[in-house]
């Protein structure tokens, strides 16, 4: 059963922009060491910087938190399967939350100039 949904749509250029203009600060705050190490290693990194936020904004929809419930940039992960498949780890209040019988999937896609992250939680249904 359908929990929650989310989509997001960002343009690559604003996360070039952000990061050239607040560097680490931007960075550090958004991305954890594993999401930074991926992203900074490719050919076009400001596109697979894009994918993460975007991918973050789209959960924190599917969620119905936002971000002023006490969640951070942080607690969302972004990670890639050996296949390619992008995948989430939650930390903190947000692992409890979707650990309730819970699960969520993302799905993220890139043109030259915008990325778009779709998420959906949703629980499993129970055999009666």
């Known amino acids: 059963m ?31 060491q594993v999401e930074l190490e991926y992203s900074l290693s490719k050919k076009n990194k400001y596109q697979h910087l894009a994918a993460r936020f975007a991918a973050k904004e789209a959960i924190a929809k599917a969620l119905a938190t936002g971000w ?3 969640f951070n940039w942080k607690d969302i992960e972004i ?27 993302i799905t993220m896609s890139h043109s030259e100039h915008y990325v778009t992250c779709f998420a959906i939680l949703y629980t499993k249904l129970q055999n009666n």
């Open 79 to 105: 990670f890639n399967e050996i296949n390619g498949m992008p995948s989430v780890r939650l930390f903190g209040k947000l692992d409890e939350f979707v650990g309730m019988g819970k699960h969520l999937k």
């Open 68 to 70: 002023s419930k006490g």
């Open 2 to 32: 359908v929990v929650g949904i989310g989509i997001d749509i960002i343009e690559i250029g604003r996360i070039q922009k952000s990061v050239e203009r607040f560097g680490d600060h931007f960075l550090n705050k958004v991305f954890t």
